[in-house]
DNA sequence: CACCTTTATGAAATCGGTTGTATTTTAAAA
DNA sequence: TTTTAAAATACAACCGATTTCATAAAGGTG
C-alpha cells in the first residue's frame, strides 16, 4: 500500500508547522481563518487520513462505547441496541458490542476486552447467571461511567435504566383478577434476575392485596424460549385444579403457548386468561391477541446512551452519580385472550 | 486519576528493558520463559493495561471488525449480527456496529466514520436507497477487505453471502402452482435491491416455465413492514378477478395480513394461500401457519465473519478476491397456510 | 514612537508500545 | 581453553497527532 499522509507531509507542502496543521484541522480558534481554509483543502486534495491511534493515544479518549447484551438476536435486545446506536451516532461516538450469551464467564471476557480497548463508557444488561458485578469493578475504579440496563445488579455502584417491574407484575395480576381469575400461574426465568424477581415480587403484592392465596407451585420457570412453550403448556395442564390464567413473561413465549393450550382443549380466555410481557409483535399477531405490557425498549436504549453521553460530555455531572434508578413509564395494554368481561375498560 | 503503568515501569522494576517486558507480555519467542514468567507476574502484580492506542498506531491495526446494516431492530439482521459476533469474539476482533436507517446519507457518513476509525475489515448490508458503492472506494483501494451480505450490489468488487433468491422465488412460485393457484400476487419492496429483483426474476421464470403469463398488476410494492399489511390487503381487494395467492416477501408482514385476510372473508389457504419469507417465529406462531423460505441469518453472519477473519489473518489469500459471489442454501418450508391439496409432499 | 495587547505560529516534548539491528550472554563444538 | 553458533536482551528509531510554552507579528493606545 502507497505511505499514509500525514500532517508532517502537509506541513512541509504548505511552509508551516505540523502544530499549525493539527490546529487547522481541528478548527482551533488560534489560527487564522485563511490559513484553516488552505489547509484544509490541501488535505482534502492529498487525501489526508486522520490518524486515530495517534489522536488517541495523545488525547486518551477513543469515542467509543462499550455495549454487552445477553444475547442481539431478541426483540427487545435489538430494539434497544437501535436506540442506542442512533444517538450514539449522532454523537459521533461508536458502538462496540459484544454479547454474553447468558454466561458470566463470556460477560467476564468481553468486559476485559472492552476495558482493554479503552472504551469511554460501558452499557451493560447482565447475563442471567451474573450475581456479582465485580468484574465492572476495574471500570468505576478507573472512573470509566458504566451504566446498566433492564437486567441489573443490586449494588450502590450500579446505575441502571429499568421499568417498574414490581409495579407491572402488580398490575397484569390485579387485571387478571379483575377479570375474574382465581388461580393464576406466573412464568419466569432465573428468579437472581431482577426483572423476574420484581414482577413476582409485584404478583404476590397483587394477591395479597385481594386477599387471595399465594400458591408456590403456580409459578413455573422456564427459559421463556419460543421451544419452552410446549412444556410449559405441559405443566399446567398438570395442576390440579387447573389454573384460569398464565402470565408469561415474555410474549414470544406466550405467543407459543397458544397453540398447545388449545389444542389441550383451552378456550382463551374463557378457561385460560392470557398475559405476556413486552409488547412485541408476536403478542399483536396471533389470535386472540395477546394482553401485554409495553416495555419501551428502543426509548430505553436512546435514554440510557442520551445520558451516558451527556456524563462523557461533563453535561451533566454528579447526576447519575447521585442516582441509581432510572425508571422508565410501561404500561398494561389489554388485548382479547384476558378480557373476560366485555364491560371492561379500555379494550385495546 | 492515578498514572497508567506502562511497560516502562515494568522495565525499570525488573531491571531489564522496554523491549523485553514487551516481547514477554506478548509471548514473543526470543524471550526466556522464566523471564517471561516473572514479567508476566509483576505485570499482573502492578495492574498493568496494555494501551491499544499505541499498539495500534505502531501495528496499523485495530483489531475492529466495521459492521453497517440497514437496521438492527429486525429479526433477520439482529440474527445475523449475533452470528457474527460470536465467530468475532472467539477470534478476538470486537465489532463496531452501525445502522443506516434505510439511508444512503447516513450510510456513507457510517461508512466514512468506520474508515476513519480504521476498522480492520467491514461487513455490509446496503441500505434500500443505495444505488451506488462507490463510498467503499476508499476501503477497497487501501485494501481493507469488505463484504457484503444480504443486500448487496452488482459490481466486480462487490463480493457477497446472499442466498440464491432467484431460486428461492422460483420454488415458492412453483409450489404455489403446484398448489393449483393460478392468480400470484406478488408483494416487495425496493426493486433496485438485489434481493427483491431476484425473486421476482424466480416468480417471473417459474410463471413462464409453467405456461402462466405475468401480469404487472399483480406485483405489489410496499415497505413490508408489520403497518403495512393493512393496505397490502386493500389493494388485493381491488384486484379484478381476486388473486388466490399471496407470496409475501417477509414473514412478519405475512403473518400480519393474516388477520385483515381473514376480515375481509378469505379463507387461508382455500381462497388465498399464503407465503412469506425469512421463516421467522411470527411466521411458526399465526394459525394457520406461514409457508416460508428459510434463511439463515445467524450461519450467513458466521459464515462472512469467518471468511473476512480467515482473509485478514491471510488463510485465505485470493479466495475472496477471486470470489463474487457465495451462496447459502435456503429452502423452501411448506406449512398450513398453501397448502390446498392433502396430499401434496413434504407437509412440514 | 515606545509599550502593551492580541493574534498567529512554531519548537519540542509527549503519549506507550513495537521492531530492526546490535550487543551480550550462554551453550555447544572443536 | 578457544571458537562459534545460538539464545537472550538491549538500544533507539519509529508510529502520528496533540499540547505546553515560547516567540514573532500585528494592532492599539497615550
Redesign the pocket.
Known amino acids: 500500500m502507497e505511505?499514509?499522509?500525514?500532517?508532517?507531509?502537509?506541513?512541509k507542502d504548505m511552509?508551516?508547522?505540523?502544530?499549525?496543521?493539527?490546529?487547522?484541522?481541528?478548527n482551533?480558534?488560534?489560527?487564522?481563518?485563511?490559513?484553516?481554509k488552505r489547509i484544509y483543502d490541501a488535505a482534502q486534495e492529498m487525501g489526508?487520513?486522520?490518524?486515530?491511534?495517534?489522536?488517541n493515544?495523545?488525547?486518551?479518549k477513543t469515542n467509543n462505547i462499550g455495549v454487552i447484551v445477553p444475547r442481539l438476536n431478541s426483540n427487545f435486545q435489538s430494539s434497544v441496541i437501535a436506540g442506542m446506536e442512533k444517538v450514539a451516532n449522532e454523537a459521533g461516538f461508536n458502538l462496540v458490542i459484544s454479547q454474553s450469551l447468558d454466561s458470566v464467564e463470556k460477560e467476564i471476557a468481553n468486559a476485559n476486552t472492552l476495558f482493554n480497548s479503552r472504551v469511554d463508557g460501558m452499557l451493560v444488561s447482565l447475563a442471567n447467571t451474573t450475581e456479582s458485578i465485580e468484574h465492572y469493578n476495574r471500570f468505576f475504579k478507573k472512573g470509566i461511567p458504566t451504566l446498566f440496563y433492564d437486567r441489573v445488579a443490586d449494588h450502590p455502584a450500579c446505575t441502571g435504566f429499568v421499568i417498574d417491574n414490581t409495579q407491572a407484575g402488580y398490575k397484569v395480576t390485579q387485571h387478571l383478577i379483575e377479570q375474574g381469575c382465581k388461580r393464576i400461574v406466573h412464568v419466569i426465568d432465573n428468579i437472581d434476575i431482577n426483572v423476574y424477581a420484581d414482577r413476582l415480587k409485584g404478583y404476590k403484592y397483587a394477591l395479597l392485596d385481594h386477599d387471595m392465596p399465594f400458591d408456590e407451585s403456580l409459578v413455573i420457570f422456564s427459559n421463556l424460549s419460543e421451544e419452552s412453550a410446549e412444556e410449559i403448556v405441559e405443566q399446567v395442564k398438570k395442576l390440579d385444579p387447573l389454573p384460569d390464567a398464565l402470565f408469561i413473561s415474555n410474549d414470544a413465549c406466550a405467543a407459543s403457548c397458544l397453540r398447545p393450550l388449545k389444542l389441550a382443549g383451552f378456550r382463551i380466555p374463557e378457561d385460560i386468561a392470557l398475559v405476556g410481557f413486552n409488547n412485541e409483535i408476536s403478542s399483536r399477531l396471533v389470535e386472540p391477541n395477546i394482553t401485554t405490557i409495553n416495555y419501551p425498549g428502543y426509548e430505553m436504549g436512546e435514554l440510557a446512551m442520551k445520558n451516558l453521553i451527556n456524563h462523557l460530555e461533563g453535561k451533566s455531572i454528579g447526576v447519575l452519580s447521585k442516582t441509581n434508578k432510572i425508571t422508565l413509564r410501561s404500561e398494561l395494554i389489554i388485548r382479547e385472550s384476558s378480557l373476560r368481561k366485555k364491560y371492561s375498560p379500555q379494550p385495546t
Do not use: C, M, W
Open positions: 505511505k499514509e499522509i500525514t500532517i508532517y507531509d502537509i506541513a511552509g508551516v508547522s505540523p502544530t499549525t496543521v493539527s490546529r487547522a484541522l481541528n482551533h480558534p488560534a489560527v487564522n481563518a485563511k490559513t484553516k489526508y487520513q486522520s490518524n486515530i491511534f495517534a489522536a493515544l495523545r488525547k486518551k
